[in-house]
Nanobody, 125 residues
Framework: QVQLVESGGGLVQAGGSLRLSCATS????????MGWFRQAPGKEREFVAA????????YYADSVKGRFTISRDNARNTVYLQMNSLKPEDTAVYYC??????????????????WGQGTQVTVSS
């Protein structure tokens, strides 16, 4: 089992920044991908970013490329999402996810088997 706990959400004005953290515990050595997804009211959960637990490969949704950065600290078993130049359309509940198996479809929720509880990000205009 892997436990994920997100933090760092909040209310920010458009153009501002936030950094989300995802602390992992449990069987962290079995993780392949760590991902961030978000879900706005009335919308489906959508991919934001992903990172391989080993190596340096990172992946981003087109809507956040150049504004968001995913990173990890293996020593702290923590994954981060630095969000800059935030827009009102970034408002959503942000979820951290971990996969215990390899999948080329890192951008879909079913590729992950562990999820955090989510943290709210609200961007005001």
């Amino acid at each position: 089992q892997v436990q994920l706990v997100e933090s760092g959400g909040g209310l920010v004005q458009a153009g501002g920044s936030l950094r989300l953290s995802c602390a992992t515990s449990g069987r962290t050595f079995v993780q392949y991908f760590m991902g961030w997804f978000r879900q706005a009211p009335g919308k489906e959960r959508e991919f934001v970013a992903a990172i391989r637990w080993s190596g340096s490969s990172t992946y981003y949704a087109d809507s956040v490329k150049g504004r968001f950065t995913i990173s990890r600290d293996n020593a702290r078993n923590t994954v981060y999402l630095q969000m800059n130049s935030l827009k009102p359309e970034d408002t959503a509940v942000y979820y951290c996810a971990a996969s215990s198996f390899y999948s080329s479809t890192y951008y879909i929720p079913s590729a992950y088997d562990y999820w955090g509880q989510g943290t709210q990000v609200t961007v005001s205009s």
